[in-house]
């Protein structure tokens, strides 16, 4: 399974911060590159200034067929009912097109706990009456998840589940958790360098604010890292664990890793792109190695007609 009820995000996907830095112009010719070479999924965070909702909107308006996942967009941004609205509206305009991702992220709150934080928002979410039409293709979430608790909730009250910056061990605990038939993304930065002290300065500067934060600190613990791995900007079993970096064929084969651990999409996030650049160059790289040869085909990514209507072209 690479998708969500019909919902076909391929079994890889593309999650970039780079959209944070480029107007508009050429945000919307990246995307539109993207959904050409043959990409499903293109993944968005919310964390830099742009509102997830509203730059999901202007990315499925941008494409033709590729979906769009917001990974994630902030609990603390927006009220339950406002999310509930905007996710409403985009189900509505791009029928099986847009993912709502939900996460607690932001800004640490000590004093909030992330799963009873996370259920009441889900529960403002579920009570929401609306006048607003209903659309013909349902409005599907996944949960941000990491701990078995979390994860829990969003096999029981999600479609499943997405991680961020994991191991393949954490794919193989998280499948086991969800059980068959959740969906569960992960994402994983990859480094397009083969020098083992260039790429390893690289990945440590990636990892740093993570591994300066109390949650994930404690995810890094619970995979079996010690306190001197996880200090001094990681150990290099650490770093190598999660950012894949190397050549084509080594970054490709350590991503298949997580599929075989029970990932149904891994989202690919590249690093070492200064802000401002792009990672396209890298991204065309991967298309070629990671897709399927009938992805770069015309006919790929047709309309999905539903069962109940004639096929327009017979």
């Not at 945000?27 to 990409?39: I, K, N, P």
């Not at 000590?110 to 929401?128: G, H, N, Q, S």
């Not at 959740?182 to 604010?209: G, I, Q, T, W």
């Not at 150990?235 to 190598?240: A, E, K």
């Amino acid at each position: 399974m690479s998708g969500i009820d019909g919902m076909d995000l391929g079994t890889f996907g593309i999650y970039t911060f780079d959209f944070e830095h480029q107007p508009a112009a050429r945000l919307r010719e990246s995307a539109r590159e993207l959904e050409e070479l043959g990409w499903q999924a293109l993944w968005i965070p919310e964390l830099l200034g742009r509102e997830a909702l509203t730059h999901a909107g202007y990315l499925l308006a941008c494409t033709e067929r590729m979906s769009v996942v917001n990974g994630i967009a902030q609990i603390w941004s927006r009220g339950a009912r406002w999310t509930y609205g905007a996710a409403l509206l985009l189900a509505d305009a791009y029928p099986d097109r847009h993912l709502l991702g939900l996460g607690f992220g932001g800004e640490e709150r000590p004093e909030t706990k992330p799963l009873a934080a996370m259920a009441r928002y889900l529960d403002e979410l579920d009570a929401i009456e609306t006048v607003n039409p209903l659309p013909r293709a349902p409005m599907r979430r996944i949960l941000a998840a990491y701990g078995p608790k979390m994860l829990a909730l969003a096999r029981d009250r999600a479609a499943g589940a997405q991680t961020y910056h994991v191991n393949v061990a954490h794919t193989a605990q998280a499948r086991e958790v969800l059980g068959p038939e959740a969906f569960l993304a992960v994402e994983h930065p990859v480094l397009f360098e083969s020098d083992p002290v260039k790429a390893r300065a690289v990945a440590r500067e990636h990892l740093r604010p993570y591994l300066a934060t109390p949650y994930n600190v404690a995810k890094f613990r619970r995979l079996g890292y010690s306190e001197q791995e996880i200090a001094g900007g990681g150990g290099d079993r650490l770093v190598d664990d999660f950012v894949f970096w190397g050549d084509l064929d080594t970054i490709v084969r350590k991503l298949h890793g997580h599929v075989e651990a029970g990932a149904d999409h891994v989202a690919v996030q590249v690093i070492g792109v200064e802000p401002g650049e792009s990672a396209m160059p890298h991204w065309r790289r991967l298309a070629g190695a990671l897709l399927p040869p009938r992805a770069n085909s015309p006919t790929r990514g047709r309309p999905r007609v539903p069962a109940s209507s004639p096929d327009p072209d017979r």
